[in-house]
């Protein structure tokens, strides 16, 4: 699974572009793991990041026995 996460107030990597390039993974069949938090570009909120590494760390597990 490909895994994206993006801040819904990100002013660099705009919620617009994201959008259209799930819709295209969806598309073609691609599986993903999608985080959209309320921040801009980076998190400073530590709920934020924990849950970030949390779900990254399983992703990786997953993928790499």
């Not at 530590?46 to 399983?58: G, P, R, S, T």
Request: avoid cysteine; aromatic fraction near 16%; charged fraction near 20%.
């Amino acid at each position: 699974d490909l895994y994206f996460a993006i801040g819904s107030s990100d002013v660099r990597v705009l919620i617009v572009r994201y959008e259209s390039l799930l819709w295209i993974l969806k598309g073609i069949g691609i599986l993903y793991i999608s985080l959209i938090f309320d921040e801009g570009h980076g998190y400073n909120n530590v709920i934020y990041k924990l849950d970030f590494y949390n779900q990254m760390e399983a992703n990786l597990v997953k993928h790499l026995k």
